[in-house]
């Protein structure tokens, strides 16, 4: 039982620190002008915590994030923020499903997941753009999310694969599995 206690609290405690990294990090990024539609530094938090807490982490994360953001900064501005929530959301889904329940390997759930939360981020503006008359249409946010997003994309490709592998071996977690095999 207290292996059970101290897994969930692990996993609270993880999945909040990656919500505060997802409203810190874009917060230090604008306030060095750094652009965050290039580097995507909350999408960071989200696929981490889906791919090594599973997908209720990564969903708790891709919800609060940019929620929170909002509501402390103002970024992502409005109406942004209401397409971004469902395709963090779907990230952090699709990276735990894929990669913790499903066993896929990394570098094939996160693309999966980027690629998922890409059209439904699409799907987003198409319904924001009957509900708020939005100006632009769902292909060209999409598209031109994914081109000025380019570097975060291929940054998150390159990075979080290698993050995931250092820290998956490392996590507490897989200790606690293997005593609960381990004893009688």
């Known amino acids: 039982m207290l292996t059970n206690r101290t897994h969930a609290t ?14 810190l990090v874009p917060l230090l990024f604008h306030q060095f002008g750094i652009a965050g539609k290039v580097f995507l530094p909350m999408h960071f938090p989200v696929l981490i915590g889906g ?6 982490s990564g969903v708790l994360v891709g919800l609060f994030s940019p929620v929170l953001s909002f509501l402390l900064t103002g970024m992502p501005p409005f109406p942004t923020v209401l397409m971004m929530v469902p395709e963090l959301m779907t990230y952090g889904a699709i990276s735990g499903w894929l990669h913790k329940r499903f066993k896929i390997n990394v570098w094939i759930a996160l693309p999966a997941a980027i690629i998922a939360g890409r059209i439904v ?13 939005l100006p632009v249409t769902p292909l060209v946010a999409v ?3 994914v081109t000025i997003g380019l570097p975060g994309i291929i940054s998150q490709l390159v990075l979080i694969p290698l993050f995931i592998k250092k820290f ?17």
Do not use: C, Q
């Not at 609270?12 to 409203?23: E, K, R």
């Open 143 to 145: 598209v031109g999310g």
């Open 51 to 56: 791919l090594l807490f599973g997908p209720f």
């Open 168 to 184: 998956s071996h490392n996590r507490i977690d897989n200790k606690e599995e293997e005593i609960v095999r381990d004893t009688p």
């Open 121 to 133: 981020y699409g799907l987003a503006w198409w319904a924001m753009l009957h509900i708020l008359n």
């Open 10 to 23: 692990h996993f609270w405690v993880y999945t909040a620190l990656l919500i505060a990294l997802g409203v």
